[in-house]
Nanobody, 124 residues
């Protein structure tokens, strides 16, 4: 069973950049597809980006395409999310999640393991 811990969230001004990281332990990280999700106050958890177990296939939500990039380092058991050109609408708690499958998915229900989340706040 894999454990996930996110880091890197903080307050940033609009137009700025952040890099979130997710450290995995306790499982064979390279056998999981991974995803980033976010949840803003009063809203449902929403898909941000996903990456397959090798890192060769990636997908992202339309709202972040061209601004956010997901990547993984299987040798270091880490998942990253590079976020550029941030807007106040990106303010949310960001979660990483692991899926017991090699392929990507945008559905939260397809992910069995979740981190505790990291807060990203973008000021205007």
């Amino acid at each position: 069973q894999v454990q996930l811990v996110e880091s890197g969230g903080r307050l940033v001004q609009a137009g700025g950049s952040l890099r979130l990281s997710c450290a995995a332990s306790g499982g064979a990280f390279g056998r999981y597809a991974m995803g980033w999700f976010r949840q803003a106050p009063g809203k449902n958890r929403a898909f941000v980006a996903a990456i397959n177990w090798t890192g060769g296939i990636r997908g992202s939500a339309d709202s972040v395409a061209g601004r956010f990039t997901i990547s993984r380092d299987n040798a270091r058991n880490t998942l990253n999310l590079q976020m550029n050109d941030l807007t106040p609408e990106d303010t949310a708690v960001y979660y990483c999640a692991a899926r017991e499958s090699p392929g990507i998915s945008s559905g939260p229900g397809d992910y069995a393991y979740w981190g505790q989340g990291t807060q990203v706040t973008v000021s205007s």
